[in-house]
């Protein structure tokens, strides 16, 4: 096997994309890949100007960075730091890296260009962005509920016990508002538990029994038409899934009868 065949044998065989682009900006060489991802068979390719593989936009761009690096080229990567789109025969687009490389070939100048999908790359670059992004608003609901927790509880409690200590001293007409403020008091508290311990559920790892008691009370809330009112006592969320499942199947069936009552009201 002569060194030129044995060269080309190597081409066709890159996993990467390869064009071979002449002064021109005509391609010379593309390999096996080029047709897999661009889905023109090489002879659509051979003799025609590089930028048929560009988005329109770009092609006259293009052409003067073509020109330039050129006259001063030098092995790199093309548009670092910039998001690169190739064109498939069918118009569609996708992401790709390219790298860039001068070459010699029969005395004449080319360039090799390297041409890689990086589709699965943005995709997964958007789902690690997503997961940060849930993770900054995990910690957001997290210090919302310590600040709930620790602030606004604690001064409903000090109110609390501030009227409760006037009671003994106060006329039986403003015991019972005193009361009923406590009472409302203790109903605020309740809610603002609830709440907290949902945001802290978002928090979380798992399926744990208040983020499933919480999904169906919100499914029923849908049907109803409002949502019904949901308090939790102590701590829950170690409790295993086996118990959860068993608590769920309970709850369920409880808003399964007070949809059903409330469709025959």
Same mark, same amino acid.
């Given at each position: 096997? +002569?060194?030129?065949?044995?060269?080309?044998?190597? @081409?066709?065989?890159?996993?990467?994309?390869?064009?071979?682009? +002449?002064? $021109?900006?005509?391609? @010379?060489?593309?390999?096996?890949?080029?047709?897999?991802?661009?889905?023109?068979?090489?002879?659509?390719?051979?003799?025609?100007?590089?930028?048929?593989?560009?988005?329109?936009?770009? &092609? $006259?761009?293009?052409? #003067?960075?073509?020109?330039?690096?050129?006259?001063?080229?030098?092995?790199? %990567?093309?548009?670092?730091?910039?998001?690169?789109?190739?064109?498939?025969?069918?118009? %569609?687009?996708?992401? /790709?890296?390219?790298?860039?490389?001068?070459? =010699?070939?029969?005395?004449?100048?080319?360039?090799? !260009? &390297?041409?890689?999908?990086?589709? #699965? +790359?943005?995709?997964?670059? !958007?789902?690690?962005?997503?997961?940060?992004?849930?993770?900054?608003?995990?910690?957001?609901?997290?210090?919302?509920?310590?600040?709930?927790?620790?602030? /606004?509880?604690?001064?409903?409690?000090?109110?609390?016990?501030?009227?409760?200590?006037?009671?003994? @001293?106060?006329?039986?007409?403003?015991?019972?508002?005193?009361?009923?403020?406590?009472?409302?008091?203790?109903? #605020?508290?309740?809610?603002?538990? =609830?709440?907290?311990?949902?945001?802290?559920?978002?928090?979380?790892?798992?399926? =744990?029994?208040? /983020?499933?008691?919480?999904?169906?009370?919100?499914? !029923?809330?849908? /049907?109803?038409?409002?949502?019904? &009112?949901?308090?939790?006592?102590?701590?829950?969320?170690?409790?295993?899934?086996?118990? &959860?499942?068993?608590?769920?199947?309970? @709850?369920?069936?409880?808003?399964?009868?007070?949809?059903?009552?409330? !469709?025959?009201?």
């Amino acid at each position: 096997m +002569n060194e030129e065949h044995w060269l080309l044998e190597v @081409v066709e065989a890159m996993p990467d994309g390869i064009v071979i682009v +002449n002064s $021109d900006g005509e391609m @010379v060489l593309v390999n096996r890949e080029v047709e897999n991802l661009l889905g023109y068979p090489r002879e659509q390719l051979l003799g025609k100007q590089v930028e048929m593989l560009l988005p329109a936009e770009l &092609t $006259d761009a293009h052409v #003067a960075h073509r020109r330039g690096f050129h006259q001063s080229s030098r092995r790199r %990567s093309m548009g670092r730091g910039l998001e690169l789109s190739a064109r498939r025969a069918d118009g %569609s687009m996708f992401p /790709v890296e390219i790298s860039l490389a001068p070459a =010699t070939v029969a005395g004449d100048p080319v360039v090799i !260009a &390297t041409l890689r999908d990086v589709t #699965a +790359n943005r995709l997964a670059d !958007a789902e690690l962005a997503d997961a940060r992004q849930r993770v900054l608003l995990a910690e957001d609901h997290e210090r919302i509920a310590r600040d709930l927790h620790d602030t /606004v509880i604690q001064r409903l409690f000090a109110a609390g016990l501030s009227l409760q200590s006037v009671l003994p @001293v106060v006329p039986d007409s403003a015991k019972v508002k005193i009361e009923r403020i406590l009472d409302d008091q203790d109903d #605020a508290i309740r809610e603002l538990r =609830t709440a907290i311990f949902g945001l802290s559920s978002k928090r979380a790892a798992g399926r =744990t029994i208040r /983020v499933v008691v919480n999904q169906l009370v919100d499914d !029923a809330g849908r /049907v109803l038409g409002f949502r019904p &009112t949901l308090h939790f006592n102590g701590v829950l969320d170690s409790i295993d899934s086996e118990v &959860t499942d068993e608590v769920a199947a309970v @709850v369920r069936e409880a808003l399964s009868n007070v949809e059903i009552g409330r !469709a025959h009201v």
